[in-house]
């Protein structure tokens, strides 16, 4: 769908829902939910860049191959868990620094999952909608 209207908002739209989906991100990592929900609302932006301009355009300014994404994010989580193992704590036990952050809070290992779980929905939903994109080509 080429409509000069809908590329037109999507240039404005695209860079909020990334910053929106950045603040979701840290601002559920203190309560639950931060990551899953980031993750939608930055796939969503893709998403409509790629109704807007098509799914080439999309994939090139996303840069990187959603499977990337999706391993990325997946070590960041394993690596989060494997903080507290190593410090001789039970997997996935949260550690957290005595560094306060003003935009961040303190950091720590819940953030670093949340951060992972964030990753691996963008890939996640972002190969799912470029697969049935090309799928779907006239």
């Not at 999706?70 to 957290?96: E, N, P, Q, R, V």
């Amino acid at each position: 769908m080429k409509s000069i209207i809908l590329q037109t908002a999507t240039r404005y739209l695209l860079p909020m829902l990334l910053l929106f989906s950045f603040f979701l991100l840290f601002r559920g990592h203190n309560s639950p939910g931060g990551g899953f929900v980031g993750g939608l609302v930055a796939s969503a932006a893709y998403a409509l860049y790629s109704i807007a301009f098509g799914v080439e355009e999309a994939k090139k300014l996303l840069r990187v191959e959603p499977v990337y994404l999706i391993a990325t994010g997946l070590t960041f989580a394993l690596f989060s868990g494997m903080i507290a193992f190593f410090s001789y704590d039970t997997f996935m036990t949260a550690k957290w620094s005595d560094l306060n952050f003003p935009l961040f809070g303190k950091l720590g290992s819940p953030l670093l999952f949340d951060l992972g779980v964030y990753i691996v929905v963008i890939g996640i939903t972002l190969k799912i909608l470029f697969t049935i994109s090309e799928e779907v080509k006239p």
